[in-house]
């Protein structure tokens, strides 16, 4: 029997699950150590009291990216991290003061800087 490679891996977020799974497929002994007391990192949830928080990320642009790298990895992305349609929008402030806005309408709306209306909506 062929001796198996053991390989630590800090954390078990979605990176360190998905290195877990490629290095297991590839005949390593991955061994995901995590500090909190659950899995997902910033894609992990919280239930209080029947509401359900997102430990991390809040908004998602490239869903497409993310349910590649699913199917890649043969996992069920829908079953695995379910997801659904946030009905508000969204605001970050950039380092230079930019405020970057994105209504329920998808319709994106940047203050504080000049911005190339045209290529901001082709982007999105």
């Known amino acids: 029997m062929a001796s198996r490679h053991t390989i630590v891996i800090i954390g078990a977020g979605v990176a360190g699950l998905s290195a877990a799974k490629i290095l297991a ?6 061994r995901v150590f995590e500090a ?6 910033g ?9 359900t928080f997102n430990d991390g990320a809040i908004y ?3 869903i497409g990216l993310i349910d590649h790298a699913f ?3 043969g996992l069920d992305r829908a ?3 379910p997801l659904r349609k946030a009905s508000i929008g969204f605001s970050t402030t950039l380092p230079d003061g ?3 806005a994105l209504g329920d309408d998808r319709e994106l709306r940047v203050t504080g800087r000049a911005v190339d209306a045209k290529r901001l909506r ?3």
């Open 25 to 30: 497929d590839r005949g390593f002994d991955p």
């Open 36 to 41: 909190s007391n659950k899995v997902g990192g």
């Open 43 to 51: 894609c992990a949830t919280t239930t209080i009291d029947g509401y």
């Open 60 to 62: 998602l642009a490239l």
């Open 71 to 73: 199917r890649r990895l």
């Open 79 to 81: 079953r695995s991290l």
């Open 98 to 100: 930019t405020i970057v």
């Open 122 to 124: 082709d982007e999105m």
